[in-house]
């Protein structure tokens, strides 16, 4: 059984950073891509980035150049560095690993606050 632990969020005013981190605990192999996800508040779920076990890796619009994300396959650990944080980047981030072989599963992390004051 996997489990994603993610820590790393918490209030900073915007124009600042965070990192936040996510790893996995279990065996991990095959074809996967690990990142993350955000909800705020009466919208839905939605990418911010993620890296696949390839290296490739995919943004959402809105946080290109601000954010990079990266993993360590040896610690099974996904990182998100924020920079640049505006207020609308306040959300609920929630970390995943989608198994694409050799089955399909998602797993997610339990989430961790991101605010961002203006």
């Known amino acids: 059984q996997v489990q994603l632990v993610e820590s790393g969020g918490g209030l900073v005013q915007a124009g600042g950073s965070l990192r936040l981190s996510c790893t996995a605990s279990?065996?991990?192999?095959?074809?996967?891509?690990m990142g993350w996800y955000r909800q705020a508040p009466g919208k839905q779920r939605e990418l911010v980035a993620a890296?696949?076990?390839?290296?490739?890796?995919n943004y959402a619009d809105s946080v290109k150049g601000r954010f990079t994300v990266s993993r360590d396959n040896a610690k099974n650990t996904v990182y998100l560095q924020m920079n640049s944080l505006k207020p609308e980047d306040t959300a609920v981030y929630y970390c995943?690993?989608?198994?694409?072989?050799?089955?399909?599963?998602?797993?997610w992390g339990q989430g961790t606050q991101v605010t961002v004051s203006s």
């Open positions: 995943n690993l989608r198994i694409q072989w050799p089955y399909k599963y998602d797993y």
């Open positions: 890296e696949a076990s390839g290296g490739s890796t």
């Open positions: 279990g065996i991990i192999g095959g074809t996967n891509t």
